[in-house]
């Protein structure tokens, strides 16, 4: 693992892995699939909450009926807090298009204009997952077999999985760590291709 800045551990798979979403062959299905919600923060929870007037009316008679049952979140058995879903896999924010394509409501309707809140940023930064490695925070690849199309996509467009999520990374950590982090890939690429 690299520490970049003074209190982040990124794993050497964020550097070499190649990744990048494709919606065109998954359609979203991360949304939908899995047996946790997305971990959330209080504040991102707070946030939400005070946009629920604009997403209920979109969700499903599902979705709302498990808000008003046990809220937005919940603690899952890690401990960790997390989105609430629905039939133990959909996330109450999700919905499914007429061509069967998922999407998020409030990625939607920050979008639409709607939202000053694009989505939580472990969906934001998925499938990287941060983790807590001692004091520190750990930057880590998730592997998940739903994805594999994204990885396939990543190879064939040579996307390492670093830049692909350069947003999310740049929303959750700023531009001065990830501009630290892109120098480390590339000292690290030279480093790797030097002749030994």
Request: proline share 6%; charged share 25%.
């Amino acid at each position: 693992m690299f520490l970049i800045g003074e209190n982040t551990l990124v794993s050497l798979d964020v550097l070499e892995k190649e990744f990048c979403c494709d919606l065109e062959t998954c359609h979203g299905c991360c949304c939908i699939e899995g047996d946790a919600g997305a971990p959330i923060t209080p504040q991102e929870c707070e946030t939400i909450t005070q946009w629920l007037p604009e997403l209920l009316p979109q969700m499903t008679p599902e979705a709302r009926a498990v808000v008003a049952q046990q809220g937005l979140s919940y603690t899952d058995p890690s401990g960790e807090q997390v989105l609430s879903i629905v039939n133990d896999k959909d996330c109450i924010f999700a919905r499914t298009d007429h061509h069967g394509w998922c999407y998020c409501l409030i990625e939607k309707a920050y979008r639409a204009g709607k939202m000053d809140f694009i989505k939580p940023i472990s969906c934001h930064l998925y499938p990287i997952r941060l983790t807590q490695v001692g004091d520190k925070i750990g930057v880590e690849y998730h592997r998940w077999d739903i994805c594999h199309c994204g990885r396939q996509l990543g190879h064939k467009q040579h996307i390492p999985l670093y830049r692909f999520l350069r947003e999310p990374l740049i929303r959750r950590f700023g531009q001065a760590w990830y501009d630290e982090l892109c120098l480390t890939a590339q000292e690290w690429e030279k480093q790797c291709n030097s002749p030994s």
